[in-house]
């Protein structure tokens, strides 16, 4: 996974630091015991998600990548020596 830059876009940071804060609303609000700040918390968690979609969309997250075939290296071939005088 470290070589195939995952989660390297603006959309993912944006995200997810999103998504962070969300969590840490909710459960800050869970600890007092108050309810509407919980839920304030949990519709921050899916604006997160909905604004890294939205990013993704724009173009500003991974790019889809084809299927593409590799080419296969051509089979090593030995050739006879060749004999100079």
Do not use: D, R
């Given at each position: 996974m470290a070589g195939s830059s995952?989660?390297?876009t603006?959309?993912?940071w944006t995200?997810?630091?999103i998504t962070f804060i969300g969590f840490c609303v909710a459960g800050?609000?869970?600890v007092m015991a108050q309810p509407l700040g919980f839920w304030a918390g949990m519709v921050?968690?899916?604006l997160g998600g909905v604004v890294g979609l939205i990013m993704r969309s724009m173009g500003l997250g991974q790019p889809k990548q084809t299927h593409a075939v590799p080419?296969?290296?051509p089979a090593a071939t030995r050739e006879p020596a060749s004999v100079e005088s």
């Open positions: 995952h989660g390297h603006p959309a993912a995200g997810v630091t800050a609000f869970m921050i968690i899916a080419h296969a290296a």
